[in-house]
């Protein structure tokens, strides 16, 4: 199924803005804002990559693999059925492969190598940035589409 399609039959109202103009532009416009904010207070803008990747890293996860349901309960035409989804779950009507999910892909594996390669190895977690980045990958994996490791955020 091809990413047009996707637009026609996703009804859902908390994931379809993903689908809008100009999103992935914003995106990376906040993600170098938050950089350069945060290479400005610190004063070194190496490190200051593994501070994004880092704080990317714990803000993705919160939003797109945590917070579960939609943004509308009380919308008919939903009736409950993404309750249990995750927001990741519940984008591009839970199709793998199309360019919103790849692109949500490459992102923490581009600033993971900005985080890694912009500062001094002896100044940066590598071990951390490894964590973080290895987290949000394997939660975007198709084999762990609606699986709770050990039970968590089941409910």
Known sequence: MSDANIDEVD?????NWINSPGVWVWYIS?????????????NDPGLAWTYVHLIHGVTTYYLLHWTK?????????EQGMYDR???WEQMDSQIYGTSNRK????VPIALFVLATHGADFRKQPLGLNLVVVLVLLIAKM??????????????
């Open 69 to 77: 349901g939609s943004m509308s309960p009380g919308d008919p035409t």
């Open 30 to 42: 906040l993600i170098v804002a938050v950089w350069l904010l945060t290479s400005a207070l610190m």
């Open 85 to 87: 989804l995750t927001v």
């Open 11 to 15: 009804i859902n109202k908390s994931v």
């Open 142 to 155: 198709p084999a762990l589409h609606k699986v709770r490791i050990f039970g968590i955020n089941q409910y």
């Open 103 to 106: 692109f949500f892909t490459v």
